[in-house]
């Protein structure tokens, strides 16, 4: 039986809307061909990767998680209005933030460095999996500072995490922490100590990437500068642990900086020049990808972050 050349568009539309869900997926622009998508929930790619001169420069997000109550981790030492201020001023709520952990991977082109380890190995894998390296490549672990969520990723099941890799830390750090004793050095350092290497400031991991002693969150704490043909970056790890309550206002007392005096001359020491000479830094607490410039503004500073400068060294 055939339908009728005659038959209008609205008695074709009728006769569409009668047909099974099957029949009607090829109903047209105007039919409803599937089932509404699901809720997918927040997401974004968990590496970013970019060109640094001769280098390949990697962020890692190996977790990320809200918290409650800010303030008192990043201003311990100003007023709820103060805090509140600031962050409204910022578009940020004053009551709750969220945090990023970011290992970093530089591809030196003769060496594959990994910059802290996370908190555990499976999230900082997962990453490193999706930048496409597998663990056996890494050639070099690079530790900031002793914190659990730096050293957590080191080994996975009783095992060396990296198993053909060489390690580096600061050695004021590394004998801070062995004479303190901590739990967490001791299960997830320890192990490495006959294959580490221990640097003071300006210490060489591998050309191109040299330590800065930046103490104050821990006694030994060490970010590092990364230079390739003439362009720079530094990973500044834990010295500006916020975007806003850190780097905008360097003085605020952070509850994990264990020196919050040295922390806090640190910080404005550290901001000051990558403002004056206009460095890029990645910072392992950044919200993700973690990379960014700073510039001076009123008596601390803006951390503006990287849209595509990066895109255009290819
Ligand atoms: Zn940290």
Redesign the pocket.
Known sequence: MHASLTMTRRGALLAAAALPAAAALSAGPHGRAHAAAAMMGGGFTPFHRFRLGGFEVTTLLAGSRAIDNPQGIFGLNVSAEEFAAVSAAHFLPADRSQNF?TPTVVNTGAELVLF?TGLAAPATQAALAAAGYAPGQVDVVVL??M?G??IGGMRHEGAAAYPNARYVTGAVEHNHWTAAGNEGFVNNVVPFNDQMTFLDDAGSVAPGITAMALPG?TPGHMGYMVESEGARLVLM??AA?HYVWSVGRPDWEVR?DADKAQAAATRRRLLGMLASERIPVIG??MPFPAIGHVEAQGDGFRYVPASYQFMLAG
């Open positions: 952990f802290d900031s500072h914190h969520d730096h969150h790890a834990d642990n994990f392992y607490h």
